[in-house]
């Protein structure tokens, strides 16, 4: 049976109680050719995360642009996997939850270690962690604590990076790099740019992949996510 364009947009306004629904739920061979949007909340921690336009999983769009918006930052394990649970089903979904689980990182190193193995293949989580150690240390020349929010729409360095939610992470396809079969990874990379004000570059790479038999996309390499970004000019 054939849904409505306008009872599809209908139900993607409805808020989503508990862990049920994905938020970015898409299969390929579905999605409309208009942006969709989907959200989800969960009533404890009053989190809502969604999606706004279209990545195909399969076929290489050069074109497609996409965004995630989101109210809050994940404050712990939890909360984060709540945010997995909505968004991760997406190659962009799963770009967005790697700037959440910095920024968790940043707060508990537990919750943000456990995070990160969570939402990357081990070894993107091994060169990952080594390299938020350096950035959210103690040397003052080269630390960039807030570096997750450098990769928010609206942050510069003029403005110490700060912005009111709800957040956006607006991301497009790498329109100069096919999608790409791993046989390593058992999946089809997914080549996706960041729009960042925090780099001299403003689009930030980042390589997702869904592996045979996962729930869930994960980053396979984001070396430009992690390297130093521009001092805050602001307190942050």
């Given at each position: ?27 390929t ?10 959200s ?11 999606c706004?336009?279209d ?47 910095f ?29 938020l ?31 009111e939610?709800p ?5 497009k ?10 046989q ?5 990379v ?16 980042v ?11 994960v ?14 000019k602001?307190?942050?």
């Amino acid at each position: 049976m054939k849904i409505s364009k306008a009872i599809i947009m209908a139900l993607a306004t409805i808020f989503i109680v508990g862990a049920t629904n994905t938020a970015c739920n898409q299969t390929t061979k579905e999605k409309d050719s208009e942006s969709q949007l989907s959200s989800k909340v969960d009533e404890n921690t009053n989190l809502e995360a969604a999606c706004k336009g279209d990545i195909d999983h399969s076929t290489w769009n050069p074109d497609a642009t996409t965004s995630v918006e989101f109210n809050a930052f994940p404050k712990n394990i939890d909360e984060w996997k709540q945010m997995q649970e909505a968004l991760g089903n997406e190659p962009q979904g799963a770009a967005a939850l790697q700037v959440m689980a910095f920024e968790l990182y940043r707060n508990n190193r537990t919750d943000g270690e456990e995070a990160l193995r969570m939402n990357n293949t081990q070894t993107n989580y091994n060169s990952t962690v080594e390299r938020l150690r350096e950035i959210m240390g103690k040397d003052q020349f080269y630390a960039r604590p807030y570096i997750a929010w450098t990769m928010l729409d609206g942050a510069t360095p003029e403005n110490g990076y700060t912005v009111e939610p709800p957040y956006s992470i607006k991301m497009k396809v790498d329109p100069n790099k096919k999608y790409q079969e791993s046989q390593m990874l058992h999946g089809t990379v997914i080549y996706l740019l960041i729009d960042s004000k925090g780099w001299d570059t403003n689009w930030r790479g980042v390589e997702v992949v869904k592996p045979e038999g996962s729930k869930y996309f994960v980053v396979s390499n984001c070396p430009a996510m992690y390297t130093q970004c521009k001092e805050a000019k602001a307190s942050k």
